[in-house]
């Protein structure tokens, strides 16, 4: 749970980092805005379900949630930022993806 925490924090710092190539547009200045509060609030949940041990149910919704975070947050990217922070970015979030799809898989999430 520790490292696919880190994992997401690692993701939280580079969508902080990534401001500096975010194509300046209304429509991106706000959906980049929106990816930092849905990934401040998935975080939240991971570490929240981190500590509920004897839920694993909650542990598996956090880990759901968080994929489709990711998985919207890499179409921002794809759409909102410039190279090379697009490609960074991306493979990050395709990184975390599947590391949490392992959690799952090692949670035995249906």
Request: contains cysteine; positive net charge; glycine residues 4%.
């Amino acid at each position: 749970m520790r490292s696919r925490l880190f994992s997401a924090v690692v993701v939280f710092a580079l969508v902080q980092q990534a401001s500096a190539g975010v194509i300046q547009t209304p429509q991106c200045t706000k959906d980049m805005s929106s990816v930092d509060s849905s990934f401040q609030e998935t975080l939240g949940n991971l570490q929240r379900s981190g500590r509920s041990a004897a839920v694993p149910s909650a542990r598996c919704a956090a880990y759901k949630h968080h994929i489709e975070v990711m998985k919207n947050a890499s179409a921002i990217f794809a759409r909102c930022t410039t190279e090379p922070d697009r490609t960074q970015n991306i493979s990050q979030m395709d990184g975390t993806i599947a590391d949490i799809k392992d959690a799952l898989k090692s949670e035995k999430c249906q």
